[in-house]
């Protein structure tokens, strides 16, 4: 048996995923060190787009707000195919929680990083990984400066050339489209309209087929300051170099592009070119698309773009990416805690890996009918809202209504509470870190739930609450150990039927088990013997 000192947990990366993680990681009382080779945070603006179920996912650690407010919304888009008139698209996600944000990814970083900082917990800067060495019992994990040390687990967050992925062997097949592209942040003098009241954005594409080749293309993505656009366009070929290895991102030692070749392509597609200006950066990036064997061996994972890589159409990786993150996090943290057996990481990938394969499939199709109109119902299809695990392997029971073990717990609004003077979501209600028995009363069953929670909380080790929903015009006393909560809008019964029914909410906000209100030895068996949750 080594006898060397065996810290938690590694992070190997410190972008969003990265930072994503040790947050939720943090909630659960489990501090991770967290190191990055770069020497100061990138100032590229590689992602954008924020999904309404990221948004939910930074709702639940509290950091919603302040993206919101770093942000811009992202309501419309005109689009330009040569020869045709111009198109207006609207954004309309009113009937979602959140719309489509933008926010540079850098910004995103930032206030992650600032989360964390109020938590103690640092990020260690110039640390780079160089191997792994895992056994039955830890990692050692070997550093560039000679150094090296023991974890429990180590999850390597370190982008599509991962060292973490590297040192354990795991292919990362797939192709690179033969062209390149060019990226810069300009500010762009224009009569395109801001959305609908500031600080509101649209976004422009515009597009010239080619026969048998890549379209000519230039698309503008707006940031949260006034006259600021992400634009990207193909690369002229003289700009162009050979693609070798992963050949995907921003390269960040490649000469990046010039006002002028930005300048170029706005000038042979817009019908009314606007005047690019203040080129902040510029870069020349490749797109690949690529899928890990594996996410992970032993006690090391990969998540995000380690992964998987993708076109950027949607605004689906960095997005994919945080909630590899929000799922692994609370797995790993409850195996950490002495709360769960070690077999409950197995379904990170189990749950994980279809949806990046169904990343890939989405982006790389509407990247081949780029421009094209889509269906209406596609509406939902980048929200990341759809995201689902039924039939994986935490997912038990029968279906609530039109609700199903494995899909995402639903939006209710219109809840009331007893002493509160304004209305509740039932995200409110579950919010945190513990996982949550959610139970539709009608009556007096209400008070049997005081026995039924105790028991679950005498029966396993990890921190579970019970959250009652009552219709809107009972009169129930609420017993000690149950939060009660009125369904006054109605929209409870609306998204989970009207008969009485239980769920067990995990940590990440998917419904694991669902079945009758008083199956207290199903309620059990999952807790035990599906999530492997260690008894008292």
């Known amino acids: 048996m080594n006898d060397a000192v065996i810290n938690d947990i590694l992070i190997v990366g410190a972008g969003p995923v990265g930072l994503t993680l040790a947050a939720v990681l943090a909630r659960h009382g489990v501090r991770a060190r967290m190191v990055d080779k770069l020497p100061a945070p990138s100032p590229y603006c590689r992602a954008i787009g924020i999904t309404p179920r990221t948004l939910e996912v930074m709702d639940d650690l509290g950091l919603a707000g302040a993206l919101v407010e770093a942000g811009i919304w992202l309501d419309g888009l005109r689009t330009y195919i040569h020869g045709s008139p111009a198109r207006e698209t609207e954004n309309d996600f009113s009937d979602l929680p959140y719309a489509q944000l ?47 040390a023991r974890f429990a687990y180590v999850v390597g967050c370190d982008g599509a050339h991962s060292a973490a992925r590297r040192a354990l062997g795991i292919a990362f097949e797939g192709e690179a489209w033969p062209m390149e592209f060019m990226l810069g942040d300009v500010h762009i003098d224009w009569d395109l309209p801001p959305g609908r009241g500031l600080p509101r954005g649209r976004a422009l594409f515009a597009l010239r087929p080619i026969p048998e080749a890549p379209p000519d293309l230039f698309v503008a993505i707006p940031l949260p300051e006034r006259g600021r656009y992400r634009v990207s366009m193909v690369a002229p070929e003289r700009l162009g170099a050979p693609g070798q290895g992963t050949g995907h991102g921003i390269q960040i030692d490649r000469p990046g592009a010039t006002l002028d070749d930005l300048q170029e392509v706005a000038d042979r597609l817009l019908p009314e070119p606007p005047t690019l200006s203040d080129l902040r950066w510029s870069s020349i990036f490749r797109i690949s698309m690529r899928l890990a064997a594996r996410y992970g061996s032993g006690r090391v994972f990969i998540a995000g773009d380690a992964c998987h890589i993708h076109p950027p159409t949607g605004g689906q990786g960095m997005n994919t990416g945080i909630q590899d993150a929000y799922n692994l996090g609370w797995k790993l943290a409850a195996v950490a805690r002495g709360e769960a057996g070690p077999a409950l990481l197995a379904s990170y990938e189990a749950e994980r890996r279809p949806v990046a394969e169904a990343v890939i499939a989405r982006t790389v199709e509407q990247s081949l009918n780029f421009g094209r109109p889509r269906p209406p119902e596609d509406r939902l299809a ?37 002493g509160l003077g304004f209305p509740l979501r039932l995200a409110d209600a579950v919010r945190g870190p513990d996982i949550v028995l959610l139970v539709a009363v009608r009556g007096g069953e209400v008070l049997a739930l005081e026995a039924l929670a105790a028991r679950l909380r005498v029966t396993v080790r990890a921190p579970l609450r019970v959250v009652a929903v009552a219709p809107g015009d009972a009169v129930l006393e609420a017993p000690p150990g149950v939060s009660l909560f009125y369904d006054a809008a109605g929209m409870f019964a609306a998204a989970f039927g009207p008969a009485p029914a239980a769920l067990i909410v995990r940590p990440d906000k998917y419904v694991g088990w669902a079945g009758a209100a008083g199956d207290a030895e199903g309620m059990l068996d999952y807790l035990t013997g599906v999530l492997g949750l260690v008894a008292e």
Request: no cysteine; net charge negative; hydrophobic share 35%.
């Open 382 to 418: 980048d929200t990341q809202l759809l995201v689902n695990y039924r039939g994986g392997p935490l997912s038990v029971g029968g279906a609530v209504g039109p609700v199903e073990p494995g899909d995402r717990l639903p939006e209710v609004q219109g809840l009331r509470r007893h």
């Open 102 to 148: 933008g926010v540079p990814q850098y910004a995103t970083e930032r206030l992650l990083a600032g989360h964390l900082a109020d938590l103690g917990i640092p990020i260690e800067r110039g640390v780079e990984l160089t191997g792994l060495k895992p056994d039955g019992e830890g990692v050692e994990a070997s550093f560039a400066d000679g150094s090296s």
